[in-house]
């Protein structure tokens, strides 16, 4: 049985509702679970043509893990292949130790977390939507065009094939060709002024192998991060000491690709780490060649993320990219695949438009409000004064907090759809989203102004 009382195998009612859902990567593919679940009949079209274990480290927090436990057997796989070190040390450049924040006490209230391979955790995921749900995947089947009337929507593939349905969730990532169509422009990113140095490489042979490193596996799984002038850098063992995921921020103004497969020689990254301490000289001394490039685009939040005759919604990146630092991009992505299952079961067939606008009036501001927590981290960790933080260690700490983490996004849609409807039909889609404002100041809680302790 899963947490909503149905068999795996046996979804509930058929809603007659057919949802055309564009890309397959983890906005896609939940979205496309959870309208299995809830009853719709979703098709999901891929532009790759195989599935590759592409990418390296990403985070479900614990408001997206609850999404994975509803799936038979899911967690049970990711498990296994997550970060599961005793906490995250905190660290100057130069070595000194600033704090040491533990999990204990979040994992047991709100759930755990899942930190691991993109391509590993992406598998798992694609073959639960294929093999458990039936889920209809096209593979090599690239949109490039979208319509709507009052009546469907669809995509049209390259080729000229048209696929029409109910609605559309265009959950094609940072660079959708759906945006355009539901802005009405092209809405170009922008240079965030940073990008990140990727790598991830086995330990054996190479940190394992180094008595002044082997901390970092000797014990099971670490996870420390370094701060340093504008610059961060974070490690992390996983697999029981298997396998070593570094990430490093620092700025580059020189370009704006969006692409995760661009690479840079290890000399870069030793350019902006000349200094710091002999811990990361010796990680760049044991990493491969090449690293992954990765620029960091940002983007205005969007007006809107719904099309005019409210039948083509972006979901995930699509809809709104998210910093590193926030560690919630995916998670978000998540949210809303469940969230737009659950509005179109409450909506019924009959009035898919009005279930659209809902989904946005309640995913909105909450999104909104949990992408201003990454600006935050990255601007204390990157503009730290290590002096005066020694005295305030805990102004280190990466904020966790419940509004954000604490949240169940099936149950809350379920909970809220009747009187977001009725406020979208009586004002619209603007108001409602005033309803969903997260609690606290503006939403952004400690994140507005200064940082107050819990
Ligand atoms: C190859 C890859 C590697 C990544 N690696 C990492 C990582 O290591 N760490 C991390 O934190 N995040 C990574 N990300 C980003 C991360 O997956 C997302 O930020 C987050 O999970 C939100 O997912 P999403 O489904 O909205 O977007 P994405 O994960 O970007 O998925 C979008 C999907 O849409 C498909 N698509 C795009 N255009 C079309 C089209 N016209 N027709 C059909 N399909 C189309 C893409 O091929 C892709 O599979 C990666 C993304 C990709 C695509």
């Not at 000491?241 to 995760?260: A, L, M, P, Q, R």
């Not at 000289?281 to 491969?288: E, H, K, V």
């Not at 992408?371 to 933080?389: L, M, P, S, V």
């Amino acid at each position: 049985m899963t947490t909503n009382g149905h068999q795996p195998h046996d979804p509930p009612t058929k809603t007659g509702i057919r949802v055309v859902i564009v890309g397959a990567g983890f906005a896609g593919l939940t979205a496309a679970i959870e309208c299995h679940r809830h009853g719709h009949t979703p098709i999901v079209v891929e532009k790759f043509p195989s599935l590759k274990p592409l990418g390296d480290i990403i985070s479900f927090a614990p408001n997206s893990s609850r999404i994975f436990d509803r799936w038979p057997g899911v967690a049970q796989k990711l498990d296994p292949i997550s970060l599961r070190p005793p906490g995250l040390t905190i660290k100057s450049f130069k070595g000194d130790t600033l704090y040491h924040q533990v999990w204990t006490e979040e994992e047991t209230n709100w759930g755990l977390r899942f930190d691991g391979h993109r391509g590993e955790f992406h598998q798992i995921v694609f073959q639960h939507a294929v093999e458990h749900c039936g889920i209809d995947v096209r593979l090599g089947a690239t949109v490039v065009d979208y319509f709507e009337d009052d009546n469907e929507a669809g995509v049209v593939l390259e080729g000229g094939e048209k696929i029409s349905g109910d609605v559309v969730l265009a959950a094609e990532g940072v660079r959708s060709k759906g945006r355009t169509t539901v802005l009405g422009y092209e809405d170009a990113p922008k240079p965030s002024g940073y990008a990140v140095y990727r790598s991830w490489f086995s330990t054996k042979d190479t940190v394992a192998q180094d008595p002044e490193l082997d901390w970092l596996v000797k014990n099971g799984d670490r996870h420390v991060a370094w701060l340093g002038p504008d610059v961060h850098f974070i490690a992390a063992t996983l697999k029981n000491g298997e396998d070593i995921s570094w990430v490093c921020t620092h700025k580059d103004d020189k370009d704006i690709g969006e692409s995760w497969q661009w690479e840079a020689p290890l000399s870069d990254a030793r350019k902006v780490l000349e200094g710091w301490e002999p811990n990361i000289q010796r990680i760049l001394d044991r990493t491969p060649e090449p690293l992954i490039d990765w620029k960091l685009v940002y983007r205005d939040p969007l007006t809107t993320w719904i099309s005019p005759k409210r039948r083509i919604a972006l979901i995930g990146d699509a809809a709104h990219p998210f910093l590193p630092t926030s560690i919630q991009g995916a998670s978000q992505a998540m949210e809303d695949g469940a969230t737009i299952a659950v509005c179109l079961k409450q909506a019924g067939r009959g009035r898919v438009s009005e279930a659209v606008e809902v989904f946005e009036a309640l995913r909105y501001e909450r999104v909104k409000s949990a992408q201003k927590t990454g600006e935050q981290t990255r601007d204390i960790w990157h503009k730290a004064d290590f002096g005066a933080a020694k005295k305030d260690p805990e102004s280190f700490r990466l904020r966790r907090e419940e509004w954000l983490l604490n949240f169940d996004a099936e149950s809350y849609a379920e909970r809220e759809y009747q009187r977001t409807v009725e406020v979208v039909r009586e004002k619209g889609v603007l108001e409602a989203r005033e309803l969903h404002i997260p609690a606290g100041r503006y939403g952004y809680l400690e994140y507005n102004g200064s940082i107050e302790k819990n």
